[in-house]
Nanobody
Framework: QVQLEESGGGSVQAGGSLRLSCAAS??????????MGWYRQAPGKQRELVAT???????NYADSVKGRFTISRDNAKNTVYLQMNSLEPEDTGVYYC????????????WGQGTQVTVSS
């Protein structure tokens, strides 16, 4: 009923930049999303929070990405973005988008993930 499609991952050298996008969609006529966010999972590690943004635009970042990453959203397009600058090898992992949906069916929905690889 709700789908999230991520794009923008890839490979980059340390110090480079990438921009991730995640578009949420539904077949229902009414679609209300509360919080949206990005999480990542490195090989052998648990999934961790990268950044979140509320519907009104309040943001929250993991300490490791503060000052380097910027999360934003376009409510009209039901899309969340993650601008990643000054990338480090430690940022390597699969990045997942999450949306906390209110309508049509409440709950947390996840994207399929997009790979980000940063080489030194």
């Amino acid at each position: 009923q709700v789908q999230l499609e991520e794009s923008g991952g890839g490979s980059v050298q340390a110090g480079g930049s990438l921009r991730l996008s995640c578009a949420a969609s539904t077949t229902r006529s009414i679609f209300v999303i509360n919080d949206m966010g990005w999480y990542r999972q490195a090989p052998g590690k648990q999934r961790e929070l990268v950044a979140t943004i509320t519907r009104s635009g309040s943001t929250n970042y993991a300490d490791s990405v503060k000052g380097r990453f910027t999360i934003s959203r376009d409510n009209a397009k039901n899309t969340v973005y993650l601008q990643m600058n000054s990338l480090e090898p430690e940022d390597t992992g699969v990045y997942y988008c999450k949306a906390t949906v209110i309508v049509p069916v409440g709950g947390d929905y996840w994207g399929q993930g997009t790979q980000v690889t940063v080489s030194s």
